[in-house]
């Protein structure tokens, strides 16, 4: 940054960022690339991420100059994070999700928080434990719905693919949510809207990990051995055209 971002939050007046312009180094808004479809790098968004990237430092090492001389501690640098989203014009859902992630991050890191050790840890656990929990749920319920063979969840139970579905559906909804209220504390807002979203949007990111992977094999065959991406670019396309060819012919 070749420039200091100023923002006047309602509750520590004006903030600046960062110290000094020629040290400081941003990734912009930090989003996985197998995310960036739902939140992308830049947008309305990313004055308030770089501000945020301003605030977050380790102890004594401070990145951030408060007019008012106040100390940011992360779980406060998160919340300037979400007001100032929201008064760059973030929409609703994607600032809340942007939160949601930066705070579970806080939980599972716990630096520049001010926590004692102990809920530090149990933060951590939450965080880690919930996530787990939820993916592996997930999974389950994906063999459940197929019928492969296992004990069913109570939730989906042995009725039609339909019914099993929807479900799995109210499963993902309800359990993050219990999860959140009884386990995240000050945190169950977040907790809530990351528990929903993975088991949501677990088949999604199934199928664009999938993809991403399937990507990086082709870059890499092309770079590496191009004769040979190119004979398997032409058995796809004769299989392709077979498979194409044998359904026109069966009507």
């Known amino acids: ?53 301003g605030l977050i430092h380790s102890p004594g090492n401070q990145t951030y100059t408060s007019t008012d001389g106040r100390v940011v501690l992360r779980v406060e640098a998160d919340r300037v994070l979400r007001d100032a989203m929201a008064d760059a014009g973030t929409a609703l859902i994607r600032r809340w999700l942007v939160w949601s992630a930066v705070a ?35 999974i389950y319920a994906s063999f459940d719905l197929f019928d492969a063979g296992i004990p069913r969840l109570p939730w989906m139970g042995d009725r039609p693919w339909f019914v099993e579905l929807v479900g799995g559906l109210s499963g993902a909804v309800v359990i993050p949510l219990v999860l959140a209220l009884v386990f995240w504390g000050r945190f169950r807002i977040a907790g809530a809207i990351v528990g929903v979203s993975l088991a949501v949007l677990l088949y999604v990111t199934v199928v664009l990990l999938a993809l991403t992977a399937l990507y990086q094999v082709l870059e890499w065959l092309t770079a590496k051995m191009p004769k040979v991406a190119l004979a398997l670019a032409g058995v796809g396309t004769s299989v392709v055209l077979l498979v194409s060819a044998a359904v026109l012919f069966q009507r």
């Not at 509750?11 to 960022?17: A, I």
């Not at 110290?19 to 990313?46: C, I, M, N, Q, Y």
């Not at 520049?112 to 102990?118: A, H, P």
């Open 104 to 138: 579970t991050a806080t939980m599972l890191d716990g630096t520049g928080t001010g926590w004692s050790k102990t809920q530090k840890r149990y933060y951590r656990v939450t965080a880690a434990l919930t996530v787990l929990l939820i993916t592996v749920l997930g």
């Open 1 to 53: 940054m070749q420039r200091r971002i100023a923002y006047a939050d309602r509750h520590l007046g004006e903030l600046l960022v960062p110290r000094s312009t020629r040290t400081f180094r941003s990734d912009l808004t930090s989003v996985p690339a197998l995310f960036t479809w739902l939140v992308p790098k830049t947008g309305e968004h990313l004055p308030a991420t770089l501000l945020h990237d």
